[in-house]
């Protein structure tokens, strides 16, 4: 025998399937929201300001440098930099790869890029001697590498969105 469905069972099923689709259509609505922030994002500009010999350790073969990125906000959205991944070039030879990070502190805690800001980052660079050889390690802790080179990822956040930036920059030493 089959049950007849009342009118308050069908009435019951439709509000959840009206909840459903408007916690849905929300969902979207955030995402479309943040998304417009991309396009602002992807103008973000990075530059090698500078390398320098921070420390050399004779023990481990490890000499630290500091790679100063100079990262710039020509658009009108504000934005912070969580993370700057790349390989670094000396002359055509890959040294290693290196990051700057600030991806475990809050946005708050990161230096902001207000528009047309542009704000030095420094990241600490690790050349391990028995990586590359001795003769760039050498060149390399005596400033005699002319041409560096860089390329990598730069992320750039706002409080909706995330951006990745592919990059490739240059720097003359002398």
């Not at 890959?94 to 805690?109: E, F, H, R, T």
């Not at 528009?115 to 003769?135: C, M, Q």
């Amino acid at each position: 025998m089959v049950r007849p469905t009342s009118v308050m069972e069908l009435q019951s099923k439709t509000t959840v399937y009206i909840a459903i689709g408007g916690v849905l259509a929300l969902m979207g609505g955030i995402v479309y929201y943040a998304s417009l922030d991309n396009e602002s994002l992807e103008q973000a500009a990075i530059e090698i300001e500078g390398i320098e010999l921070n420390d050399i350790n004779r023990v481990t073969n490890q000499a630290e440098f500091d790679l100063v990125f100079s990262v710039a906000n020509p658009s009108e959205k504000t934005f912070t930099v969580a993370t700057i991944t790349y390989q670094l070039y000396g002359d055509g030879t890959l040294l290693g790869s290196g990051q700057y990070s600030v991806i475990d502190i809050a946005l708050p805690g990161r230096a902001v890029f207000y528009s047309g800001a542009e704000i030095p980052l420094t990241s600490t660079f690790v050349l391990d001697k028995g990586a590359v050889g001795e003769e760039t390690y050498n060149a390399m802790i005596n400033n005699q590498i002319s041409t560096y080179r860089a390329e990598g990822m730069l992320t750039t956040q706002t409080a909706w969105s995330t951006l990745d930036i592919e990059f490739e920059r240059f720097f003359s030493a002398n």
